[in-house]
């Protein structure tokens, strides 16, 4: 029984888990009607449910950063890349009051998907045959990037009344749940199968452990690095499709803000090691609930904008040390003192 309880919690999917438990007991007791889920013209609607949907940005782009920092980098660009890609979507389709695309909807979403794939594979070249530090590398277009999303707006936030754009990140007729969990549940499936059933999963995470001796087993870090950088890049920008669309607006100075720090955020509570090598998708979709769930609640709960990203940084660090093992062979070896110390006393007082 005891070797079973420790093979439960030396799973990487354990330690999120409980944090996300813990997160929705907090909820269960502080916030009103948190588990009510009500159906409103054949959708569902509840708190859950707008969780699920508000994260599912960050889900893509965790998905993305996982594979990033598992070859040892980060990508500093996601949130810009986002902004990007839902500046140009909107862009193309337009803001015609009559709800009238001025170019094909689907036209629109790949051409933000090339863009988005190319502002990738640009992080890519830099890191993986420029050998440029990644934080440099991917730093360019995050302080770039807004201002390209900005030329691409010419300035304005562009309103996009083509109904269509709205089921990206809303419902579509006849799927009870937003659209945007039917994305990220598709990236995700196709991810887990590449990953399971190729060796690329295996060489990410040599990359990651020892590029060096990698490249000597005849690995092409090169490569390995440009692809996992070209798919974030991607991730990015389905992530950016999903959060104009929520607004149905492009907003280049606000979309995807600080949301490169989510991810990472994200990833690291998943227990992905930020120092490369093995990784968990599933923990860093955990990991982004756990991200989203916190925003939520808090705001629920009263806390102003100005405070939430100190009281975010506070849970976020208590989740990280719970999760961390030597902080808890530590904390478990002071209890263990404590109590041995009382059972002294008491031995020599009796």
């Known amino acids: 029984m005891q070797n079973r309880l420790k093979n439960i919690t030396k799973s990487r999917l354990f330690w999120p888990l409980m944090a996300l438990a813990l997160m929705i007991v907090f909820n269960i007791i502080f916030v009103d009607d948190f588990l009510k889920i009500e159906i409103k013209d054949g959708n569902l609607f509840g708190r859950i449910i707008d969780i699920i949907n508000r994260a599912a940005p960050l889900m893509l782009m965790a998905i993305g950063m996982t594979l990033v920092i598992a070859t040892g980098g980060t990508d500093l660009s996601v949130g810009s890349v986002a902004a990007i ?46 050998g440029i530090q ?3 590398a991917t730093l360019i277009l995050f302080v770039a990037g807004r201002g390209i999303a900005q030329l691409i707006t010419e300035g304005q936030i562009i309103t996009v009344y083509y109904k269509p754009f709205a089921f990206l990140g809303g419902f579509a007729p006849g799927i009870p749940i937003p659209f945007s969990i039917i994305i990220v ?20 995470e040599s990359v990651g452990v020892n590029a060096t001796s990698s490249r000597f087993t005849g690995i092409s ?36 803000l600080m949301s490169e720090m989510d991810a ?4 690291a509570i998943g227990g992905t090691s930020m120092a490369g090598g093995r990784f968990s998708i599933g923990a860093s979709m955990i990991g982004a609930l756990i991200v989203q769930s916190i925003t939520t609640t808090l705001y629920a709960v009263g806390v102003s904008a100005q405070v939430l990203p100190l009281i975010k940084a506070i849970v976020v660090i208590a989740i990280c040390l719970v999760q961390a093992e030597e902080f808890r ?10 109590g041995g110390v009382q059972n002294e006393k008491a031995a020599a007082k009796l």
Request: charged share 10%; glycine share 10%; net charge positive.
């Open 85 to 130: 890609s839902g500046a140009l979507v909107c862009s193309l389709i337009g803001g015609d009051f009559k709800g009238v695309a001025q170019h094909p909807f689907a036209v629109a979403i790949l051409a933000a998907l090339a863009v988005s794939l190319l502002a990738g594979a640009w992080n890519g070249f830099l890191v993986g045959k420029l």
């Open 134 to 136: 990644p934080v440099v």
């Open 185 to 204: 549940a598709i990236v995700l499936t196709i991810v887990l199968l590449v990953l399971k059933k190729t060796a690329l999963g295996l060489f990410i």
């Open 221 to 256: 870090v090169t490569k390995i690095k440009f692809l996992v950088y070209t798919f974030s890049g991607l991730c990015a920008g389905i992530a950016g499709l999903i959060i104009s669309s929520m607004i149905r607006a492009a907003d280049a100075n606000n979309a995807g």
């Open 264 to 267: 990472i955020l994200a990833v």
């Open 329 to 338: 062979r530590k904390a478990f070896g002071i209890f263990a003192k404590k």
